[in-house]
């Protein structure tokens, strides 16, 4: 029965992420049909921790920069799930489930497109700020699910998988709802500034860091050292990510999907080979 949840998740993701592919070609379709200068729009420009940024705003290119991380982004999704998918046949690793869940979430950036829609066509700001919302729910629960996935490396035996993944998924919701969203301000990767960065980026450390521990904690109690290059896999994923979802140059999105996919590549294989024993 867990195995059947899996698959049936596993699939959708597959058909979540074809959908949100489609959702973004028309999408781009309508952006690019419509007269819009990114340079009016009121940007949110301090960013403490990504100050590479500062002159950002004035790159003719900026929107088209932002529009190929997405897609990079919706391709990984798309891509990382089918790859990963015949591995969690052969293992059937929860390690490897919740990572291909990790992936699938990653396909939910594409709620930037529709921020971007949203002032192209001059729609409501509720509904950016929803869209913003949901961008931060995907995140968190992506995050959420990858620290579920170092759990097992640890040692965890819980198998009541929908269980488990119905209350990380209300506890994404939950925290998404309650971190503010300022309406009248965009970062410059068109998402709404957040009411509580600090707080946001806190937890963001601090998941990232257990995740992290976790394996290594992996490494010293089931002594191997395959769980060291699963953390290490599991970092780039991490750092991948992040560079993506501020992929303002071609520079750091190329880096982003790098690190994406290298750390994929690093994850399945160690992963497989600890299970697999080859």
């Not at 509720?126 to 699910?145: D, E, H, K, M, P």
């Not at 488990?164 to 068109?190: C, E, K, R, Y």
């Not at 980026?201 to 394996?215: A, D, K, P, R």
Request: charged share 10%.
């Amino acid at each position: 029965m867990p195995v059947k949840f899996q698959n049936r998740v596993i699939i959708t993701g597959l058909i979540f992420s074809i959908f949100n592919l489609l959702l973004f070609a028309v999408g781009f379709y309508v952006i690019l049909t419509h007269k819009f200068n990114p340079e009016d729009t009121a940007f949110y420009t301090f960013h403490p921790w990504w100050f590479i940024f500062k002159d950002i705003i004035s790159s003719p290119n900026l929107l088209f920069n932002v529009l190929a991380s997405i897609l990079c982004l919706l391709l990984f999704s798309l891509s990382g799930n089918a790859g990963l998918r015949n591995l969690f046949r052969k293992t059937a690793s929860p390690e490897i489930f919740f990572t291909i869940t990790f992936i699938i979430c990653l396909s939910l950036e594409n709620l930037r497109t529709g921020i971007i829609i949203t002032r192209v066509l001059s729609l409501s700001v509720y509904l950016s700020t929803a869209l913003s919302q949901g961008v931060i729910f995907s995140r968190i629960f992506a995050l959420l699910c990858l620290l579920v996935s170092s759990l097992y490396a640890v040692g965890m035996k819980y198998n009541n998988y929908p269980t488990l993944l119905g209350g990380v998924l209300l506890l994404s919701l939950t925290l998404a709802i309650i971190i503010p969203v300022d309406s009248t301000m965009l970062q410059v990767n068109f998402l709404h500034k957040l009411g509580d960065e600090r707080g946001y980026m806190f937890l963001h450390f601090v998941l990232g860091l257990l995740i992290f521990l976790n394996y290594l904690v992996a490494c010293l109690f089931r002594r191997s050292r395959r769980f060291l290059l699963i953390g290490a896999g599991a970092l780039m994923l991490l750092i991948g990510k992040d560079l993506l979802y501020f992929g303002v140059t071609p520079l750091i999105t190329g880096l982003g999907i790098l690190l994406l996919t290298g750390g994929t590549v690093l994850f399945s294989r160690q992963v497989g080979n600890f299970y697999l024993w080859v």
